[in-house]
């Protein structure tokens, strides 16, 4: 657990340096928000249109940045040191680390501008929407980091990323837009339990599967 | 030869008489199919869209269970196989989603109308899309045969999801789902012996249809690789 934590400081700490993913991420909200902004208009939207609009704006987000963690690794050629020092789940659970902490900043910084540019995205069940934005953000980082490990090792590595990636997070996403309509029109727990508990099983279903798998990608 | 054959006669009995039985309020000769209310003469595409759906879920399955022995063994012919069967899947996939597009023009009005059964399909169209993109993205054959294997397998734990829960919780217009009155379980009880007895000929034919096609499709993928060592040994 140690070594994950030193790998997920290492990862830190050369993010920190570059700010690779930190930029095009935050570039990328900017832009995805203002193409969004733009092709609106001068229109009023209706609530339930702003509940899917912000998962439009999480996946694209998270399309562009959170591959960095295994593709870097594959293109400074570090993948076979790496597999030297540090055991298979070691590798996963510090790049899982890392992604986890990204995808919790990035989200927020979304859901602030969000709801700040916004003016139908009024949320009346705040403890749902923060419950169901926990837990989907959590499915959304273990998803993507397997699938990131995967395309690590495959070609045409930037388009592939969110080819491979829908598919596996139409469930989290669809449930995960159910959720957010949910706490904008003040729907009780009671209610919504059904989808908070897909989204939990989602979430122990991917986290299980990757740690199974990513022996096999690693060691490709 | 002879089950060929065989199959060959209950796929054309199949075809014939699910066109062709006519479907009257009170079935009473054994030709005749009973009357479903909100189907009507709609039900009649029971005998070939459900089974190519059902085929698209094997295939899946199949697929899954091949990536899974590979992965274990590292033998490069059960890549062949989940190849093979992911070939086919596509094709019936397509077919399943043409046929209940169509179907739901009638029934519904619509092509598309994002019911839960059309969401779940165009979820595995997905899958098998990126499976097919993610492999022709690798060069190396054991890479690529590990990678597809790993992603077959991630998609597989994850899509039950949509198969088998989403659909049957949440409303929708396809029969069988959550508040659906009137077709209710189709299967069950709203199908006269005959029908049902059609219905399960005709999903009995199309999975031999399918696994004899999937054996021709895995064996000529071996036999091609062995014979391109073959010619690279030689020249």
């Known amino acids: 657990m140690s070594k994950s934590y030193s790998l997920f400081k290492k990862d830190l700490h050369s993010e920190l340096r570059t700010r690779y993913a930190i930029n095009s991420l935050a570039m990328f909200i900017i832009v995805t928000l203002s193409v969004i902004l733009f092709s609106i208009g001068n229109e009023t939207i209706s609530q339930s249109l702003t509940g899917g609009l912000f998962w439009v704006v999480i996946f694209f987000t998270s399309m562009s940045g959170l591959s960095r963690v295994f593709v870097s690794e594959e293109e400074r050629g570090t993948s076979l040191t790496l597999q030297l020092i540090a055991a298979p789940s070691t590798v996963f659970s510090g790049k899982l680390l890392f992604n986890l902490i990204l995808v919790f900043a990035m989200n927020t910084v979304i859901a602030i501008l969000y709801s700040a540019l916004f003016e139908a995205f009024i949320i009346k069940n705040f403890g749902l929407f923060i419950v169901s934005f926990i837990l989907g953000n959590i499915g959304l980082a273990f998803a993507s980091t397997i699938i990131a490990a995967i395309i690590s090792k495959a070609g045409a590595k930037g388009t592939l990323y969110p080819v491979l990636s829908f598919p596996i997070l139409l469930p989290l996403i669809l449930t995960s837009v159910q959720l957010t309509l949910f706490s904008i029109d003040g729907t009780s727990f009671e209610t919504a339990q059904f989808e908070l508990a897909i989204v939990v099983c989602y979430d122990v279903i991917i986290l299980t599967v990757s740690y199974l798998l990513f022996d096999f990608i690693w060691k490709e | ?235």
């Not at chain 2, 590979?70 to 890549?79: E, Q």
């Not at chain 2, 039950?160 to 189709?186: K, Y």
């Not at chain 2, 999903?203 to 021709?216: A, D, K, N």
């Open chain 2, 1 to 235: 030869m002879i089950w060929k054959i065989f199959l060959f006669l209950l796929l054309c009995f199949v075809s014939v008489a699910g066109i062709s039985f006519p479907i009257v309020d009170n079935p009473q000769a054994w030709y005749e199919f009973p009357f479903i209310k909100g189907l009507e003469e709609n039900a009649k595409i029971i005998f070939f869209h459900v089974p190519t759906a059902w085929l698209t879920v094997i295939a899946f399955f199949m697929t899954a269970i091949y990536s899974f022995k590979y992965l274990r063994k590292k033998n490069l012919d059960d890549d062949a196989k989940s190849y093979a069967a992911a070939q086919l899947g596509i094709i019936f996939c397509i077919l399943a989603t043409v046929t209940g597009a169509v179907w739901a023009k009638f029934a519904w009005g619509s092509f598309w109308s994002w019911d839960p059964r059309q969401t779940s399909i165009f979820a595995l169209l997905l899958i098998y899309g990126a499976w097919f993109a993610l492999r022709s993205s690798i060069e190396s054959e054991e890479k690529r045969a590990t990678l597809s294997s790993v992603y077959a397998i991630i998609a597989f734990v994850t899509v039950p999801f949509f198969i088998f829960i989403l659909p049957r919780i949440m409303t929708g217009l396809h029969p069988g789902s959550a508040d659906d009155t009137n077709a209710g379980p189709v299967i069950d009880f709203k199908m006269n012996s005959n029908m049902q007895l059609i219905f399960f000929l005709s999903l009995i034919g199309f999975t031999i249809l399918y696994f004899w096609m999937w054996r021709l499709g895995y064996k000529s993928l071996i036999y091609r690789d062995k014979l391109n060592k073959q010619l690279l040994l030689r020249g």
